[in-house]
């Protein structure tokens, strides 16, 4: 079946680092690949989408880009901030017969230091 | 925010009790998706309402039953509760089935002792 893995965290990095976090998917079909951002205490913000190959999906200065050829949309910042630390989701959606839902992977925690 | 509201925030139940949770859906969003989000782990699909009619289902046992009414607002019942229940119940709304946007709201967080 469908499913998605991400680098195991916790992610610990100085404030104005470079960010990456991998995430890659198994899929049949084209699905449209999500990152969403849960802070402490909250549910889930999406963070950014893309609905078909080579697209990127930027927002708040993070970008991804959806790759086939690599079954990959790894999430990108330039330079990162304090409040940026959070927990990242990495998501595909699963048009098969359960109606469209979500595939999520285990999340991966970014501690970003001052 | 998203609009996307659950109640209550949080809940402690006994094990072989019963619970309703409840999600009031973004304005203008006829579908609900219901996820279970345990410590530590990704969201869970659970089930799918679309327009009053359950629409998917993940690996969820019967004892997970859901409703949604003529306001596309929801509720999750959950029967017969067990200590493996214990988990941040999160609700999502979007327009139609394919998911291309779903909003979340803050979750609850049940505690099954």
């Known amino acids: 079946g469908n499913s998605v893995t991400q680098m195991e965290g916790p992610v610990t990095l100085s404030e104005e680092a470079f960010l990456t976090i991998n995430c890659t998917y198994t899929a049949t079909g084209y699905p449209s690949l999500f990152w969403y951002v849960q802070y402490p205490g909250e549910g889930l913000q999406l963070l950014l989408k893309?609905?078909?190959?080579?697209d990127k999906g930027s927002n708040k200065g993070f970008e991804a880009t959806y790759r086939k050829e690599t079954t990959s949309f790894h999430l990108e910042k330039g330079s990162v901030q304090v409040s940026d630390s959070a927990v990242y989701f990495c998501a595909l959606s699963d048009r098969g017969n359960q109606g469209g839902k979500l595939i999520f992977g285990q999340g991966t925690e970014l501690s970003v230091k001052p | 925010e998203t609009g996307v509201t659950q109640s209550p925030t949080h809940l402690i139940k006994t094990r072989g009790q019963q619970v309703t949770l409840r999600c009031s859906s973004q304005s203008g969003h006829n579908t609900v998706s219901w996820y279970q989000q345990a410590l530590g782990q990704g969201p869970q699909f659970i089930f799918q309402y679309y327009r009053e009619e359950e629409n998917g289902r993940g690996n969820f046992p019967p004892r997970f039953s859901g409703l949604q009414f003529p306001n596309y607002s929801s509720e999750l019942n959950v029967n017969a509760l067990e200590l493996d229940d214990s988990a941040l119940y999160l609700c999502?709304?979007?327009?139609?089935?394919?998911?291309?946007?779903?909003?979340f709201g803050q979750g609850t967080r049940l505690t099954v002792v």
């Open positions: 999502a709304s979007s327009t139609g089935t394919s998911n291309t946007e779903a909003f």
């Open positions: 893309a609905t078909k190959a080579d």
